[in-house]
């Protein structure tokens, strides 16, 4: 009996006890808490992770390939807008060529429309001024002839008379 005493004593001093204790605990929580669902559950989230990724991954290759693509017809793409661009600054540079040739005519134009305007107003100045002096410079001649010889006024309102009776006539 010693020996079975030694060999309880050897246990209850030893952790054994606990280690069991703890193991079967361990345990009865394991089935409590279901971890092989859970686990379960974790592999096939990562699986989905996995497959969602792959998937990504293809669509990322697609999309390189297709950039790689439009990469390559860049330059080509690039030339084309260069002459569409060259052609269009062209046809603006026609335009305002066009334009400007014709403002210039239209100012032109209208420079010498001004210019014949402003010509026979002058035109008609200097005449209505021509005119006046030479009416003046008449009067001014008569009435001196008629100081300088004073006959000549009754003659000169003779030939007047004369004149209006012809008027009437």
């Given at each position: 009996m010693n020996s079975i005493q030694e060999i309880i004593k050897y246990i209850l001093e030893s952790n054994i006890i606990n280690f069991c204790l703890m193991a079967w605990l361990l345990v009865w929580i394991c089935r409590k808490i279901n971890i092989k669902s859970a686990f379960n559950n974790a592999i096939k989230s990562v699986e989905d992770y996995i497959k969602k990724s792959e998937i990504e991954k293809q669509n990322s290759d697609e999309l390189i390939k297709e950039s790689?693509?439009?990469?390559?017809?860049?330059p080509q793409n690039i030339q084309k807008i260069e002459e569409f661009n060259k052609q269009k600054s062209?046809?603006?540079?026609?335009?305002i060529a066009e334009h400007s040739e014709k403002s210039i005519s239209d100012i032109e134009n209208n420079i010498q429309k001004v210019l014949s305007v402003e010509e026979k107003t002058l035109s008609n100045e200097i005449t209505r001024d021509v005119v006046v002096n030479s009416i003046e410079q008449s009067k001014n001649r008569i009435i001196k002839m008629l100081q300088?010889?004073?006959n000549l006024r009754y003659k000169?309102?003779?030939?007047?008379?004369?004149?209006?009776?012809?008027i009437k006539l």
């Open positions: 790689e693509k439009l990469i390559a017809q860049l062209e046809t603006f540079k026609k335009q300088d010889k004073p000169f309102i003779d030939k007047s008379l004369e004149e209006l009776d012809r």
